[in-house]
């Protein structure tokens, strides 16, 4: 019966996590391709084999990335600094104005439902022209406040991330649902030790690779025809 109660907590405890990283909760990540389009485009990712490639190197970047990111706001980092560099960190103007705009998206939708204190320092700041406001940074807040451990939060954060990426090289290659489910399921062993490289990787590690996404993001703002706003 105890157990019983403590996997009914546990679940309680994560359920605002499952809300906030639902696909459908509308921050506009949707609108968003990371550069997909420009490897679909350019027929880098064009089946379900490159797709699984592109998952093998979207997650053994995002420790030096977003979730890098998201992890050192969780665990309590001064948040100013962390937008910061993660300005810096976002060169292609579109995925960096975007970032901006789903963390505003998310601090408004989630101050009206809850209260989440260091959330609402955060957009105080932004308000005060202190911070210009990043997803990762209120998302590792967001972990922060709800008090859910950091390593099996991150990992839905982790999840995600790649979720949202399949849904959009399903769209745009096209592939078939079953083969980009399958080729997210292939990844999802991975997410475990990237979230452990992200609790422990060093400030200065941040935003040491992922050029070659950059590149590909800074191209799509010149595609023609483009579905994604990135």
């Known amino acids: 019966m105890d157990t019983n109660t403590d996997i009914i907590i546990t679940m309680n405890e994560m359920l605002p996590l499952y809300h906030a990283f639902d696909a459908l909760f509308p921050i506009g990540a949707y609108t968003l391709s990371g550069?997909?389009?420009?490897?679909?485009?350019?027929?880098?990712?064009?089946d379900?084999?490159?797709?699984?490639?592109?998952?093998?190197?979207q997650v053994?970047?995002?420790p030096y990335s977003d979730l890098g990111i998201a992890a050192k706001a969780a665990e309590g980092m001064d948040f100013i600094y962390l937008d910061h560099l993660c300005a810096a960190m976002k060169q292609p103007h579109e995925i960096r104005t975007g970032s901006e705009k789903m963390c505003s998206r998310f601090l408004k939708i989630q101050s009206e439902l809850a209260d989440y204190p260091s959330l609402s320092a955060y957009r105080a700041e932004i308000a005060q022209g202190h911070c210009d406001g990043h997803y990762p940074v209120a998302v590792g807040l967001f972990i922060r406040d709800t008090g859910v451990p950091n390593g099996a939060a991150l990992e839905m954060y982790c999840y995600s991330i790649l979720s949202l990426t399949v849904n959009h090289a399903v769209k745009l290659i096209p592939l078939g649902q079953s083969d980009g489910q399958s080729a997210l399921f292939e990844t999802l062993r991975l997410i475990p030790s990237a979230v452990q490289k992200a609790l422990v990787v060093s400030i200065e590690d941040l935003g040491v690779s992922g050029c070659g996404f950059d590149l590909r993001s800074i191209q799509h703002e010149t595609l023609k025809g483009r579905l994604y706003s990135s």
């Open 48 to 57: 379900k084999g490159t797709l699984n490639a592109f998952l093998n190197a």
């Open 60 to 62: 053994y970047i995002l």
């Open 35 to 46: 550069g997909m389009e420009t490897y679909t485009q350019m027929g880098i990712v064009c």
